[in-house]
């Protein structure tokens, strides 16, 4: 559709807007929708309604209070670590949007590994929250840093796990090449809505959805910050703009990650087949279909309509809201795990049913 | 791109990973430089796996991580116990079979 | 990380454009070498520890520039956030001060630099002998990680199967030697 | 795996929740656009009725933070019957309550001997400064306009007699 050829600073620069985009606009979206107006319906009230129509701009106010309050450091915290640690989560969020796709070439980097990448780069947020910890010398925050650093650790080998099936079954660590397993993939030779892998991997599914939930610290696992233990854990000493740096970090990664499950999941970026062929030109000319369906070769490749880059982004969108509606919704119906109940969970329960899961879509692949 | 390049900076670190394990009394800070020196050998894995357009340089690299998770994992739980059992974990202070 | 991938990948492969990634290069071993010092050196052990930190990840850069991103993502996923997460936890579990701590060092320091330095001239002198300008074949393809999974399950099999027997035994032997009875 | 069906139905309820809010609107009220009419026993704010009050000082001792000031002197009133002596009574000087300090247990209008201090549900008198918040006695005075008649708890229940009636 864009024939035209861009310098390589100016796709850099526009590249560099998009993350800025794609990190910030939906963080902005679903704080407003599910933590301002969604938690407020739960609770039978209204929410913030003053600041612009429905209290849209109310983030906006809040940004604006944070941003002019004092920046304090703890007169015996060790200054430059303390000072790092928000910006460590940062990134491992701008790491994370890197290789998410929203059209066959909207997507920054198309790593090769890119499903693994993601997964390695999402623990380095840990690292940032251990400095945080450790650095504001509050007891209350060691206590936080610590106890986060326990649970992601537990909850990454779930997550890690989780993906593992869908792997197996797309046959490729590429992003990419997920959703086009899906897309192009049948059920039993039924191929109108492709083969999305929530229907073949369930299980693996709500695995990942119990283990971003932790990954987030959201509540169900928010012993890391529980305001009635730990006042608010790692982030006890932190005010004004490195509060919201880490505000930003939590809700902007709950987003990608809703991204990357939608890509792991519910098919990506593209529609169903069906809808494809209804409307002309957007059916996907498929190669080598064949052989990934009877495993001789890694993954199907298909060459979409570039119509998808601009419908890819509205499609994920969409699914991403879904997602981080469940998860919000999770977030504010369950009361907090005690400390051992969380580990037990996650280690005899998340982590055996995940292994089994790869078993059994392991040999279910060797078999058809 | 000369071979050497990545072999002087492995080496580099190799050197340096030495000093570490050798001066430092901290268990901890010895942990951490015996990963410097098994980082320093995986670009050497790595770069001559490049040289020889093999993939088994990449593949011993990638065993080598996994072997120093291993290490990692039960060199902590050591300096653990030894914490808990002297409240320190100077190393030189761990000589009760010194004749 | 992932720019320096696209540009050392693509101009790893064209000759006229290595010099970008041997600038790159320098760039992530000067950073390595500086964070490496100073990780020896640091009187803070949490300090060290987000110095080396610094070094595992430009070792993972280098990877990448040696178009090995496999092992790259592999280190930062092992290295960065389970090796350097559970150093960190360590460190903090023995209670590690903010600020100076005095006594981290051995009292002959210099004994320990002078067996650096014989090894460093030793192995610096044979690199040179050896591979003295030896350059890398300028048109590698990157190692895919087909290829990787291919060589694991095949030819190194059984190291692969030892390897997971070991990653095992360690991990009982920890919980083993860390529990509290 | 038996705590599968109770998670589930949590998250009914606050699903259910949302629709009702959605669907009936909220339970809450939009405060500055819309008010909520109080009960008529709300505890608003303290009102003073001057006449009444002889300045025993029963009120500020009882109180437990402390946020009544009493000022007062002796002064001779006309006798009661013709013919007699002068009374001797204490006149008011200062009767100052601190609502910022107050924490509205109601306590000294449950000892006031000579129903001199009532509940009013009146609760609009925010100020911008903290020390605006001391009400001096007339502007507790003033708050008497807007104590209301109280209706008895139970219909045809004996109405407690007043001992000292108002105006």
Known sequence: MI??????????????????????????????????????????????MEAGPYGSMQLLAEVGKWAQKEDIVPERSDEFVYKAAPYVVLLSTFLLALVVPFGPG?????????????????????????????????????????RAAGQLIAYELPLVLAVVGVVIQAGSLNMQDIVTAQTTGEIFGWGAIGNPFIITQFVGFIIFLIAVQAELTQTPFDMPIAESELVSGYMTEYSGFRFLLFFIGEFATANIFAFLASVLF????????????????????????????????????????????????????????????????????????REDQLQRFAWKVLIPLALINITVTGVLKVVF | ?????????????????????????????????????????????VAFGAYHQHIAGQVFALFVIAVAAAEVGVGLAIVLLIYRNRRSINVAEANLMKG | MSVLAVIAQESALSDQGAWIANIFFYAIAAVAIMAALKMVTTQNVVHAALYLL???????????????????????????GAVMVLLLFGVMLTRAKIGIETDLDHEQKWMGALVAVVTGAVMGYSLWE???????PADQMPQTTQQVSDSIFSTYIVPFEALSVLLLAALIGAVVVARRD | MALVPGVIKGLGVTFGEIVKTVTKGAATVQYPHEKEAPPPRA???????????????????????????????????????????????????RFDIDYALCMYCGICVDVCPFEALFWSPEYEYSEPKIADLLHDKSRLGQWM?????????????????KKVPRP
């Open chain 4, 145 to 161: 306009e807007t104590v209301p008649e109280f209706e008895s708890y139970e219909a045809g229940a004996e109405v407690k007699q």
């Open chain 1, 3 to 48: 024939a035209a050829e861009f310098p390589y600073w100016a796709t850099s620069i526009f590249k560099l807007g998009m993350a800025l985009a794609v990190v910030l606009a939906p963080a902005g979206l679903t704080v407003y929708l599910y933590l301002f107006k969604m938690v407020s319906f739960m609770q039978s009230r209204l929410g913030p």
């Open chain 1, 266 to 337: 519910l098919g990506g970026w593209s529609v169903p087949p069906f809808v494809m062929d209804a409307i002309p030109g957007l059916a996907p000319e498929v190669t080598g279909l064949a052989g990934a369906l009877n495993g001789t070769t890694g993954a199907a490749t298909a060459s979409f309509s570039s119509w998808f880059n601009l419908l890819g982004p509205i499609v994920m969108a969409t699914k991403m809201l879904a997602l981080t509606f469940i998860v919000y919704w999770v977030r504010f119906t369950f009361p907090r795990f």
């Open chain 1, 106 to 146: 909207a997507q920054f980097v198309d790593f090769d590994t890119g499903i693994f990448f993601a997964l390695a780069v999402s623990s380095v947020s840990v690292v940032g929250i251990l400095m945080a910890g450790w650095a504001s010398a509050s007891k209350y925050s060691l206590m936080g840093g610590l």
């Open chain 3, 130 to 136: 050896a591979f003295g300008d030896v350059k890398l």
């Open chain 4, 43 to 93: 505890r608003g704010v303290i009102a003073l009725l001057e006449e009444n009050c002889t300045a025993c000082m029963l009120c500020a001792r009882e109180c437990p933070d402390w946020c009544i000031y009493i000022e007062g002197h002796k002064t001779l009133a006309p006798p009661r019957r013709a013919g007699g002596n002068p009374r001797s009574v204490n006149k008011l000087d």
């Open chain 2, 1 to 45: 791109m000369f071979l050497n390049q990545f072999l002087f900076l492995a080496a580099i670190l190799f050197c340096i990973g030495i000093y570490g394990v050798l001066t430092r009394k901290n268990g901890v800070l010895m942990l951490m430089s015996i990963e410097l020196i098994l980082n320093s050998v995986n670009i050497n894995l």
């Open chain 3, 54 to 80: 610094v070094v595992l990840t430009a070792v993972a850069a280098t990877y990448i520039v040696l178009g090995a991103e496999f092992a790259a993502v592999t280190q930062a996923l092992v290295y960065l």
